[in-house]
């Protein structure tokens, strides 16, 4: 990073003079940084159904907002600009826009859409602002790092570290898988910072980036372990071919720490977890150990079913070339199952698949475009001899891997990740558009607007039902009759909502308006 009389080193990677940096585009980056240090670490400890995505995305979207109207007051302002927003980009959110609007649940779609809303207004509005980028990650990393340590001390047995939780370990993200696809994003720039001149960062990237790989692999996330080992796949290759000729060999003290280190974080992973955990997505006794997760790839029923879902989504793509709707996997999906998976107690809401997911929902132009706006700026920036896209690539690798098996695409956090990883990319690559930034910017101000009442009163709408689920626990009809009432009143609400309410219906004995319900 370059410091000299007021200038720095931004996004894009041109040098450009603090001073010059307006008061719209502070209030952007304050923004911008705020939700980059803040989402990941969002939880509610007690109350709520949805207690870890929904106050994220509502911080998310609500940061979001102010980036959009700091950068559309000032493209009004301004009497020409850049839109550094790649088409293919601004094509699949208008598309998702479209499909949102075939949403049979309006709760599971508005949380895919405005989850990749709010993410691309923070990222590319940190870009369009000038944002130091070293500064953008060295706020990445520290949270990274803290979140890692949590999940660590978590899996130690450390009380303090015993959050709320779906799925152990999961520091504060909620569920074990998501924050690994989150710390898989976040570990490329731990590396980065590592190598930096300043000795402090330095040490941020040397500290964090042991902590992370050691979360990573107590998480026995088998998507993550293979999101980071093609990430190391990519930057050694561009190490050998590309960044390292005509540079110096790595001195040996400093590879002999290294691989110390690592040493160290593979003997403490072998270690077994200590927390207890009785919830449904628990882990199992073939993961219990690196060597017994390492041996599901190839065990009898280790693919947990994802293979037959994976076959039936691809007929229903078949099916239907353009898209069922945003949100419409889980509605779709019983009529290709045919028995497969489907049972009394486990229906699928999404084929832990991203890309198969979004070719479903989205149609095969969506899967086009996303995949055209994921490793179209990866490959230019593998072909640069600068650091930091390079990180940026290796991090939207390790996110997209994890995705072929997961679903980070819903989850704010390594969805944040993602398209930062996109947006550093990108930048310095965008050239003038057709498209000006105002209505680039007055287009995500409003759906930003849009999703931010919507992940409010979606939030409102999940504390009500998860007191109804109480309430239906305890069999006090009354009280589960009227949270599930008031969860449906605010809304989008969870569609099992309207099965509580039903519940409640029925029980009192009002069989009609249970049978009516939603009609």
Aim: with cysteine; net charge positive; glycine share 8%.
């Amino acid at each position: 990073m370059l410091y000299s009389a007021g200038v720095h080193t931004d996004l894009t990677g041109d040098v450009t003079n603090l001073s010059s940096r307006t008061f719209h585009d502070r209030v952007a980056v304050a923004a911008g940084l705020t939700a980059i240090g803040i989402v990941p670490l969002a939880l509610l400890p007690e109350s709520g159904y949805h207690f870890a995505n929904l106050p994220k995305l509502v911080i998310l979207l609500t940061s979001a907002a102010v980036v959009a109207i700091s950068l559309f007051v000032r493209a009004l302002t301004a009497p020409e600009g850049i839109n550094p927003i790649p088409l293919p980009l601004l094509m699949l959110v208008f598309l998702s826009v479209l499909q949102w609007s075939r949403a049979l649940s309006p709760l599971e779609a508005s949380i895919l859409l405005f989850c990749m809303v709010g993410s691309v207004t923070i990222s590319f509005g940190l870009t369009t602002a000038g944002q130091d980028r070293d500064q953008v990650v060295r706020v990445v990393v520290v949270v990274a790092g803290v979140v890692s340590l949590i999940g660590v001390l978590e899996t130690l047995g450390v009380s303090a570290a015993q959050l709320r939780s779906a799925g152990r370990p999961s520091a504060t993200i909620g569920f074990r898988n998501t924050a690994a696809a989150y710390a898989a994003g976040c570990l490329p720039f731990a590396v980065y910072l590592a190598t930096r001149r300043s000795a402090l960062d330095r040490l941020s990237g040397a500290i964090s980036a042991p902590i992370i790989i050691l979360f990573i692999l107590y998480t026995r996330s088998r998507g993550a372990w293979v999101g980071i080992s093609l990430a190391a796949i990519v930057a050694a290759g561009w190490w050998l071919f590309v960044g390292g000729r005509g540079r110096k060999a790595l001195p040996g003290r400093s590879v002999a720490i290294t691989a110390a280190v690592l040493g160290a974080v593979t003997l403490l992973a072998t270690m077994q977890p200590s927390f207890e955990d009785t919830t449904v997505s628990r882990l199992d006794e073939k993961k219990q150990s690196i060597e017994s997760t390492v041996s599901s790839f190839t065990t009898l029923g280790g693919d947990r079913d994802r293979l037959a879902i994976w076959k039936h989504t691809v007929e229903m793509i078949s099916a239907y070339p353009i898209g069922v709707g945003l949100g419409n996997w889980s509605a779709f999906y019983p009529a290709y199952d045919r028995g497969g998976v489907l049972h009394l107690n486990s229906s699928p809401r999404r084929p832990h698949n991203d890309f198969l997911w979004i070719a479903a929902e989205l149609g095969i132009a969506g899967l086009g475009l996303f995949l055209v706006i994921l490793f179209g700026p990866v490959y230019r920036a593998v072909r640069t001899t600068e650091a930091l896209p390079v990180a940026a690539g290796c991090a939207v690798v390790a996110v997209a891997a994890h995705a072929f098996f997961s679903f980070p695409r819903e989850q704010s956090a390594p969805s944040l990740v993602l398209w930062l990883s996109v947006a550093i990319c990108c930048a310095g690559t965008s050239e003038r558009r057709s498209i000006h930034p105002t209505v680039v910017w007055g287009g995500l101000l409003i759906l930003c607007l849009l999703g931010s009442v919507y992940a409010w009163r979606a939030q409102i709408s999940d504390l009500h039902f998860a007191k109804g689920l109480i309430a239906q626990e305890r069999k006090t009809l009354v009280k589960q009759e009227a949270e599930a009432q008031s969860s449906l009143d605010y809304g989008p609400a969870d569609h099992r909502a309207f099965l509580l309410m039903g519940d409640a219906l029925k029980e009192r004995g009002a069989f009609r308006e249970a049978v009516d319900l939603g009609w």
